[in-house]
């Protein structure tokens, strides 16, 4: 504790040359500190009512400080943008979703958000609409989504220390719900007929492996091992950033055998000697041309997952292959049908036969 000075002020008010400050000590993080808090060039009696107004935290050993200069929003979503980039593979997406926060928020007091101002900042997006559909509401994994990314803006800004608490804490989700289109063998073998060429070899890849669009476009030849049947993706070709196998069936190892290398281009995939870049419209065209309804090339992954399911294979074998990290999200793209539960009552009327059968032959003996 400090003690009166020269000046025979009480006990934590000090003097010098630039005026009046607070000075003690206390404990934090098992050590002693001293802290100091300015005051300024003000009269005596003032610098004492402040002393006075801060003796209950200086006894709880709170840690007096001057006020500090608020951040703003943008200076917080700027700071995400820079961990976003230096640690996302999905960096174009949050510079996309920052963007529109940056106009609504503006350069407001981060400390200043509050869950009213968050919901009229998503009640403005669902008025926006998707880009690509005008006029449509956005879905819920879309909003939630981009209040994961405020979420983390905010979150980085108290692990910085910019803020003291969360502002927004008690945003509540929106219901997500998740597509349940798979392909019957029926439907895939017509996608395929009506596929143009440069895109069969994509979309069966996409079917029976369950590999993401983006690992499937820029898939290379280093990575594909006729020899030892297996692809293998490196942690910066995955969107999970880790490591993963895909083994290859005879008609992978065929399939890659009859594609033609194209001299120059690492890629194994190309459309007139250069690497593929989008697909949406040829595969909009195939599925318009097979008859297919509300099918979307990344449900092809769903369709992998559900019939690896169905053949059998765990659930941990086929999140080795499709590079799920979480059961949750893993359950999303299992799609339980009717077959499904129709076999499995099937199963459970045979096990109740069975045991009726067993105890009806007891009773005979």
Same mark, same amino acid.
């Given at each position: 504790?400090?003690?009166?000075?020269?000046?025979?002020?009480?006990?934590?008010?000090?003097?010098?040359?630039?005026?009046?400050?607070?000075?003690?000590?206390?404990?934090?993080?098992?050590?002693?500190? $001293?802290?100091?808090? @300015?005051?300024?060039?003000?009269?005596?009696?003032?610098? /004492?009512?402040?002393?006075? @107004?801060?003796?209950?935290?200086?006894?709880?050993?709170?840690?007096?400080?001057?006020?500090?200069?608020?951040?703003?929003?943008?200076?917080?979503?700027?700071?995400?943008?820079?961990?976003?980039?230096?640690? /996302?593979?999905?960096?174009?997406?949050?510079?996309?979703?920052?963007?529109?926060? /940056?106009?609504?928020?503006?350069?407001?007091?981060?400390?200043?958000?509050?869950?009213?101002?968050?919901?009229?900042?998503?009640?403005?997006?669902?008025?926006?609409?998707?880009?690509?559909?005008?006029?449509?509401?956005?879905?819920?994994?879309?909003?939630?989504?981009? &209040?994961?990314?405020?979420?983390?803006?905010?979150?980085?800004?108290?692990?910085?220390?910019?803020?003291?608490?969360?502002?927004?804490?008690?945003? @509540? $989700?929106?219901?997500?719900?998740?597509?349940?289109?798979?392909?019957?063998?029926?439907?895939?073998?017509?996608?395929?007929?009506?596929?143009?060429?440069?895109?069969?070899?994509?979309?069966?890849?996409?079917?029976?492996?369950?590999?993401?669009?983006?690992?499937?476009?820029?898939?290379?030849?280093?990575?594909?091992?006729?020899?030892?049947?297996?692809?293998?993706?490196?942690?910066?070709?995955? /969107?999970?950033?880790?490591?993963?196998?895909?083994?290859?069936?005879?008609?992978?190892?065929?399939?890659?055998?009859?594609?033609?290398?194209?001299?120059?281009?690492?890629?194994?995939?190309?459309?007139?000697?250069?690497?593929?870049?989008?697909?949406?419209?040829?595969?909009?065209?195939?599925?318009? $041309?097979?008859?297919?309804?509300?099918?979307?090339?990344?449900?092809?992954?769903?369709?992998?997952?559900?019939?690896?399911?169905?053949?059998? &294979?765990?659930?941990? &074998?086929?999140?080795?292959?499709?590079?799920?990290?979480?059961?949750?999200?893993?359950?999303?793209?299992?799609?339980?049908?009717?077959?499904?539960?129709?076999?499995?009552?099937?199963? &459970?009327?045979?096990?109740?036969?069975?045991?009726?059968?067993?105890?009806?032959?007891?009773?005979?003996?």
């Amino acid at each position: 504790m400090s003690k009166p000075n020269v000046h025979g002020l009480p006990p934590h008010l000090r003097k010098d040359g630039q005026g009046y400050f607070l000075d003690y000590f206390i404990q934090e993080e098992g050590l002693t500190k $001293r802290k100091r808090a @300015r005051l300024g060039q003000i009269p005596l009696v003032q610098a /004492k009512k402040i002393l006075a @107004r801060h003796l209950e935290a200086i006894a709880e050993r709170k840690f007096l400080a001057p006020e500090k200069p608020k951040a703003s929003f943008s200076e917080a979503a700027d700071s995400f943008l820079a961990y976003s980039r230096a640690r /996302k593979k999905s960096y174009a997406q949050d510079e996309r979703v920052v963007a529109g926060m /940056k106009a609504f928020f503006g350069d407001r007091a981060l400390d200043s958000l509050t869950p009213d101002l968050v919901e009229e900042y998503l009640a403005h997006r669902n008025k926006q609409g998707h880009q690509r559909r005008p006029g449509g509401s956005l879905s819920g994994c879309t909003l939630n989504r981009e &209040v994961a990314c405020l979420k983390t803006i905010v979150n980085r800004a108290i692990l910085n220390r910019k803020i003291d608490r969360n502002p927004i804490q008690g945003i @509540r $989700r929106f219901k997500e719900y998740s597509r349940n289109r798979t392909l019957t063998q029926e439907e895939f073998q017509e996608l395929l007929r009506n596929c143009a060429v440069h895109l069969q070899p994509l979309v069966k890849l996409a079917y029976l492996t369950g590999m993401r669009y983006g690992e499937i476009r820029g898939l290379r030849w280093d990575q594909v091992d006729l020899k030892n049947r297996v692809i293998t993706l490196e942690a910066a070709d995955t /969107k999970t950033q880790e490591k993963r196998e895909i083994p290859l069936a005879d008609t992978f190892v065929q399939l890659f055998q009859r594609i033609p290398q194209t001299l120059g281009c690492p890629n194994v995939f190309t459309y007139m000697g250069q690497p593929i870049g989008t697909i949406k419209t040829a595969f909009t065209m195939a599925c318009r $041309r097979a008859g297919i309804k509300d099918f979307r090339f990344h449900d092809l992954r769903h369709c992998a997952v559900t019939n690896l399911r169905k053949a059998g &294979v765990s659930d941990s &074998v086929i999140m080795s292959i499709s590079g799920h990290k979480t059961d949750a999200v893993f359950r999303k793209y299992d799609r339980v049908d009717r077959d499904d539960r129709k076999n499995a009552l099937q199963r &459970v009327e045979s096990l109740i036969d069975t045991g009726m059968t067993l105890v009806e032959n007891h009773a005979a003996l």
